[in-house]
């Protein structure tokens, strides 16, 4: 029987920490039992793990005993790590004992999934160096601040590199534990769980879910002043040459410093505005995806289009059909 070990952080609890240690050890359970009888055998034996007797969440509401002290796991197949608090700059030193042992273990063979924020712990641990890593697209800015050598994929729900697996944000990691429970059991287990607990199965991208927001806390007081100008005349026929000699500044060295203060270039800076005003638009007007995409300065249907399905993993008309019930069909 194979070992699957739910961490139980002590400290930066957030609200979604709970969900995440519940959920897994729900649809674990549950996959067991239907495997078990379809195969008159149990796969996993599930265990929450932590570094004290209690932790305790969301203001002192709820609390988890954790089964074991994680000194007495000497051995595990699995390790989930829960979301913590968004709001990381450095693991706490009372969570610091989980870092050399996911360490050792995944040494051992062991392979080990965070879920949203997790990445946070899994990050700490080097394990992620040069793999790649999806987390909460909202955490994008500050995880890349912190862990630069980690490949960011927050357009996708799911990543699978050499034994470590993470996902995106909220609650999509129900679709990471469904992906678990394929990989360790079967397709017919997952499609069960999947229905029981009615988690889409198969879904990758989270890209339709993000909400821009320009990264302004950079302290380049050009490159805040020229953000603010793309998103008051996003509309318009900007020229990024123009720009750039709005501020004195060459186009290179504008380039450059928008790109370091950002993480996009101005033209990217300005077609993710362009996109996200017209997200806006389909998903609360009545109005053609035509109407939207003139409304946000695109004359070309398909080079619209294209971008927009880029920027959301979705057409225009499908996003639209999607988040708006009141548009016209």
């Known amino acids: 029987m194979k070992h699957l070990t739910i961490l139980v952080p002590k400290v930066q609890t957030g609200p979604n920490t709970l969900s995440c240690i519940v959920g897994t050890y729900h649809i674990f359970t549950e996959a067991n039992r239907y495997y078990q009888e379809k195969h008159d055998q149990t796969l996993f034996e599930i265990e929450l793990v932590g570094l004290s007797k209690q932790s305790v969440f969301l203001n002192g509401l709820l609390a988890v005993m954790p089964q074991k002290d994680i000194s007495a796991i000497n051995r595990t197949d699995l390790i989930v790590i829960p979301a913590i608090n968004p709001n990381f700059n450095t693991l706490d030193k009372e969570n610091i004992p989980f870092i050399d042992w996911i360490r050792d273990q995944y040494t051992h063979g062991a392979n080990v999934a965070s879920m949203c924020t997790g990445a946070y712990v ?13 987390i909460h697209w909202n955490a994008e800015k500050n995880f890349k601040q912190l862990f630069p050598h980690v490949t960011m994929k927050t357009d996708s729900i799911i990543t699978d590199e050499q034994g470590i697996f993470t996902n995106g944000g909220g609650y999509s990691f129900l679709h990471l534990l469904i992906y678990l429970v394929e990989k360790y059991y079967d397709r017919q287990t997952a499609i069960y769980c999947s229905k029981i607990f009615q988690i889409d199965i198969d879904r990758q991208q989270q890209s339709d879910f993000v909400i821009f927001n320009g990264q302004k ?55 993710r505005v362009k996109i996200e005003s017209a997200k806006k638009e389909l998903e609360i007007s009545g109005k053609t995806v035509n109407e939207v995409m003139y409304e946000v300065g695109y004359s070309d249907s398909k080079a619209f289009r294209e971008i927009f399905r880029k920027v959301t993993g979705l057409s225009p008309l499908a996003y639209r059909n999607k988040y708006n019930k009141s548009a016209i069909k």
């Open 122 to 134: 899994l990050a700490s641990t080097g394990l992620l160096e040069a793999k790649s890593c999806s």
């Open 217 to 271: 806390k950079h302290g380049d007081e050009m490159v805040i002043k020229a953000q603010e100008y793309i998103e008051q005349n996003f509309a318009e026929k900007i020229s990024i040459q123009k720009l750039s000699e709005r501020f004195t500044v060459g186009r290179r060295s504008f380039d450059r410093r928008f790109i370091k203060a950002t993480g996009n270039t101005p033209i990217e800076y300005l077609q």
